[in-house]
């Protein structure tokens, strides 16, 4: 068993990391590369235990970080989605000197819903890990249109982000299982403060999984920090406002 990620590149300039959410792979970013391939140098792999890289085993978030770095650029801004939001801010923490800026997606520091904040509530995560067991097609369709909510393109998101999940191999329930407990138990509110790279945080005012009142708290808890609000998104502006997402990234990075 190879220890290596199948790894893609494209473009010139600056490196740019992409770093897919729970259950999706690298086929999200289907229209984005292209775009940001234009200005960058951009950088993607699907997840370890997730689509071509199903076979690499990383039981851990610091295993998750310590394989990506391995083979990520030495110097490169890094840019999360959802869960990759975690993953890509657990980087610029462990290897502040590997990241020039932080950019996390439709993300939180903590995900789920505490007596002192606006998450996912346990219910939701723990239905989802009865699902997997049983029905993972069903268990991902259904966090699809979680997803979607709220969005006004959201069968057309729905329609998009099924069709990127189905071009690779189906995800290992052992990298799903630990997606939903790093969902459940990582909360990164407190490490962040010290975060010394620029950050971007994006949002969608629609998202049922990251909650507009989120935003609010983080901007009083990162004031050092950018965000962004896409007023008619859901859980992925990069999808259904695909070139307002490039603009914000762009003007950010540049």
């Not at 851990?60 to 990759?84: E, F, K, R, Y």
């Not at 729905?158 to 052992?174: D, E, M, N």
């Not at 808890?221 to 259904?240: D, E, G, K, M, T």
């Amino acid at each position: 068993m190879t220890s290596l990620l199948n790894w893609h590149s494209e473009g010139q300039g600056p490196d740019l990391v992409l770093i897919h959410g729970w259950g999706m792979n690298t086929g999200v970013w289907q229209d984005v590369i292209p775009q940001l391939s234009q200005h960058y140098c951009v950088h993607w792999c699907d997840l370890p235990g997730y689509g071509d890289n199903a076979a690499i085993v990383a039981p851990s978030l610091t295993d998750i970080v310590n394989v990506l770095l391995a083979q990520a650029p030495t110097h490169a801004v890094w840019l999360g989605w959802s869960l990759g939001g975690i993953i890509a801010s657990q980087v610029a923490l462990t290897a502040p000197q590997r990241v020039t800026q932080l950019i996390t997606v439709a993300s939180s520091p903590c995900f789920m819903s505490r007596t002192d904040w606006t998450g996912i509530q346990p219910r939701v995560l723990a239905n989802f890990q009865t699902q997997l067991v049983t029905d993972f097609t069903l268990t991902i369709e259904r966090f699809l249109v979680l997803q979607a909510l709220g969005s006004q393109t959201a069968k057309e998101d729905i329609r998009q982000l099924k069709a990127a999940v189905l071009s690779r191999p189906q995800p290992q329930l052992a990298a799903l299982t630990l997606g939903l407990e790093l969902l459940e138990n990582i909360d990164l509110r407190q490490s962040l403060t010290a975060l010394s790279q620029p950050w971007l945080r994006v949002y969608g005012r629609l998202d049922a999984l990251v909650p507009i009142k989120t935003e609010s708290q983080l901007s009083v808890l990162y004031p050092q920090s950018q965000r962004y609000v896409f007023a008619n998104a859901s859980h992925a502006p990069f999808i259904s406002h695909l070139d307002e997402f490039i603009t914000v990234i762009k003007t950010f990075i540049d």
